[in-house]
């Protein structure tokens, strides 16, 4: 388990779509690290249906499809869709208790020799973790701090 974002061929998991799509800080780092060429993401239309309609509840339908098509459109996202991609999910779905979307991002990550990485560490996926590792080691972006004084201690500054 790793909370560092890593760099190559990595599978995006829906929560970091959406952190994208909302242009967040850690949405525009990744944007940073795609476009020096750093960070080369994978995806599912699973993954960007979901993290489509989580947009959509905030900003509304049209905005949200605005911004999926430009993601799209850029053409820095490898998108997956085969029939082994739906029989790998559907393999993991059968095997872990996990969200069935997140067993896309596994199954893109498998299938594509990528880390899957997530916008932080889900409580069911850390728990199929300590019963079994999965084919593939998730990745989780790092932590921004909830306050002002938890910047020091995020810049390795504390005393």
Request: some cysteine; aromatic content about 6%.
């Given at each position: 388990m790793n909370d560092a974002t890593p760099k190559g061929h990595v599978a995006f998991d829906s929560g970091v779509l959406v952190e994208i799509l909302e242009a967040t800080s850690r949405g525009n780092g990744l944007l940073d690290a795609i476009a020096l060429g750093t960070l080369t993401p994978h995806v599912s239309l699973i993954n960007i249906a979901e993290a489509e309609y989580v947009v959509c509840r905030k900003v509304g339908h049209k905005e949200a499809?605005?911004?999926?098509?430009?993601?799209?459109?850029?053409g820095y996202y490898?998108?997956?869709?085969?029939?082994?991609?739906?029989?790998?999910?559907?393999?993991?779905?059968?095997?872990?208790?996990?969200?069935?979307?997140?067993?896309?991002?596994?199954?893109?990550?498998?299938?594509?020799?990528?880390?899957?990485?997530?916008?932080?560490?889900?409580?069911?996926?850390?728990?199929?973790?300590?019963?079994?590792?999965?084919?593939?080691?998730?990745?989780?972006?790092?932590?921004?701090?909830?306050?002002?004084?938890?910047?020091?201690?995020?810049?390795?500054?504390?005393?």
């Open positions: 499809r605005r911004r999926v098509e430009s993601m799209i459109a850029s490898a998108i997956e869709e085969s029939p082994s991609l739906h029989e790998a999910a559907a393999e993991l779905k059968c095997e872990r208790s996990i969200s069935f979307v997140d067993c896309y991002t596994f199954a893109v990550a498998e299938l594509t020799s990528s880390v899957p990485l997530f916008a932080s560490e889900e409580t069911e996926i850390v728990r199929e973790m300590k019963k079994k590792a999965f084919k593939v080691s998730p990745s989780f972006l790092p932590k921004l701090p909830s306050s002002i004084q938890d910047l020091p201690k995020a810049r390795g500054l504390e005393k």
